[in-house]
């Protein structure tokens, strides 16, 4: 791949626009996923198991199949579409602000099921006596649960910007493929194989790579919940 290939102007807005869709969707994700999962640590309720599966399921479905549900519920067909539109007066999709909802559901269960982890691996009996002293259960979790699942937070987030980064086909059926505006480097790589611009198309295939690599780097020293780290707190 020769360096002279690349279209340099073409190449950054892609790649920005993905780390900007990235880091907006790994905030809402690990706030929605580290409720979620202090919330199913917690509760009683009857059916758990059938909200936990409901939860985990963009885990295992097509991409676009989850792309097509958040369509036809927030397109402009929609009464939540109809209503976006009227108070932003302007429909969701097909924009950038798409791209970061389709991203957040898709990586939900990874931080989910990460916090999930760093709050069952707390001892009980920590939590007990904040509680005994008169914490509420929203100091408790500031306090004590989030400082001591505080490896598990750190690696909810990174792998939820690690699945945004590389989100293409959810994206692709909300937000669309406007060069500049919804283009983000999946859907830049598929444009690019597709026409031919196979220099363009490694050069934002050995960027998300090597974002990636360093990501999944980190989640691997981070080891969230395991023995060793409780013992050497």
Do not use: H
Not at 208 to 218: D, K, P, R, T
């Amino acid at each position: 791949m020769s360096l002279s290939a690349i279209d340099w102007e073409a190449f950054w807005p892609p790649v920005l626009l993905s780390l900007r869709v990235a880091l907006l969707a790994s905030i809402a994700a690990l706030f929605a996923g580290t409720a979620a999962a202090r919330w199913m640590s917690r509760t009683r309720l009857r059916g758990k198991l059938l909200v936990e599966t409901a939860f985990l399921l963009p885990l295992v479905l097509p991409p676009t199949v989850v792309g097509f549900v958040l369509l036809v519920g927030l397109g402009r067909r929609s009464w939540a579409g109809r209503l976006i539109e009227a108070v932003f007066s302007s429909p969701l999709v097909f924009t950038w602000w798409a791209a970061v909802i389709a991203s957040v559901v898709v990586s939900f269960p990874l931080v989910y099921q990460t916090m999930k982890t760093g709050f069952a691996s707390i001892d009980a009996d920590l939590e007990q006596a904040a509680r005994s002293a008169g914490a509420s259960e929203l100091q408790v979790l500031r306090y004590v649960a989030l400082p001591l699942a505080y490896r598990s937070l750190l690696a909810a987030f990174v792998l939820g910007f690690a699945r945004s980064l590389g989100e293409f086909g959810a994206t692709l059926m909300i937000a669309g493929n406007i060069p500049g505006v919804t283009q983000t480097v999946p859907t830049a790589i598929y444009v690019a194989v597709d026409s031919g611009q196979t220099g363009m198309a490694w050069a934002w295939t050995a960027a998300i790579v090597a974002f990636s690599f360093v990501l999944l780097l980190c989640t691997g020293g981070i080891r969230p919940g395991s023995p060793s780290d409780r013992r050497s707190r």
